[in-house]
């Protein structure tokens, strides 16, 4: 019932654009997604909800495909500090109100 | 505002040790989160708080770990005794939500780094 997340890992130079992929074999009703950097706390970027409500941070931008029950987060003209482990948390429409969370996707930024 | 308190940073401790977390959520918080992430992993849910209810907990080993939250503000986590495979961070989180959906997002802290030997 954990998400999958693609790719596990991402090289960019500065400025380059990436797509961060989550899917999930259940319906979901919402999609969360955080950022840590190593030996930090995850950090919280947007949540999206079933029926196209969003939240999170301006710079940001997600889409959450009810459909595919799939979500996707665009990092673009990325910066230095967008390094970090990528975690999408998925909380189901059905069983327990809770997140699960993907394995994480390392993004590497490098001038 | 201040934000999510953990201790201690650090712990190492034997195996069949026990080892107790301390968190202090963010202030009117009413939902409190504990999670168990592994090295290289997305975080676990070990447990989570409405208040002082428990809302789920359907992952945490109850035969070695137990957690409680006094007066629905603090929170400790319990390990007794430990395994080598409790070797993880060891992450509280708190959020502003008071319905049974999580509508806000999570604001996590620093984290306890355990060591099991």
């Known amino acids: 019932q954990q998400p999958v997340q693609s790719p596990q890992a991402v090289i960019l130079r500065e400025g380059e654009d990436a797509v961060i992929n989550c899917s999930s074999s259940?319906?979901?009703?919402?999609v969360h997604w955080y950022r840590q950097k190593h030996g930090e706390a995850p950090v919280f970027l947007m949540i999206?909800?079933?029926?196209?409500e969003q939240k999170g941070h301006e710079k940001i931008s997600a889409s959450f495909n009810e459909k595919k029950q799939q979500s996707s987060l665009y990092l673009t003209a990325s910066q230095l500090s967008y390094s970090g482990t990528y975690f999408c948390?998925?909380?189901?429409?059905?069983?327990?109100?809770?997140?699960?969370f993907g394995q994480g996707t390392r993004l590497t930024i490098n001038p | 505002e201040a934000g999510v308190a953990q201790s201690p940073r650090y712990k190492i401790i034997e195996k069949r040790q026990s080892v107790a977390f301390w968190c202090n959520p963010i202030?009117?918080?009413?939902?409190l989160y504990w999670y168990q992430q592994i090295l290289g992993q997305g975080p676990k849910l070990l447990i989570q708080?409405?208040?002082?209810?428990?809302?789920?907990d359907s992952q945490l080993p109850k035969d070695r770990f137990s957690a409680e939250r006094l007066k629905g503000v603090d929170s400790t986590l319990k390990i007794q005794p430990a395994k080598l495979e409790d070797s993880a961070v060891y992450l509280c989180?708190?959020?502003?939500?008071?319905?049974?959906?999580?509508?806000?997002?999570?604001?996590f802290g620093p984290g306890t780094r355990l060591t099991v030997l």
């Open positions: 989180a708190s959020g502003p939500g008071k319905g049974k959906r999580t509508y806000n997002e999570q604001f």
């Open positions: 259940k319906a979901l009703y919402s």
């Open positions: 999206l909800l079933k029926g196209g």
């Open positions: 948390g998925t909380e189901f429409i059905q069983g327990a109100q809770k997140l699960v």
């Open positions: 202030s009117g918080h009413a939902t």
């Open positions: 708080f409405q208040n002082n209810g428990v809302v789920d």
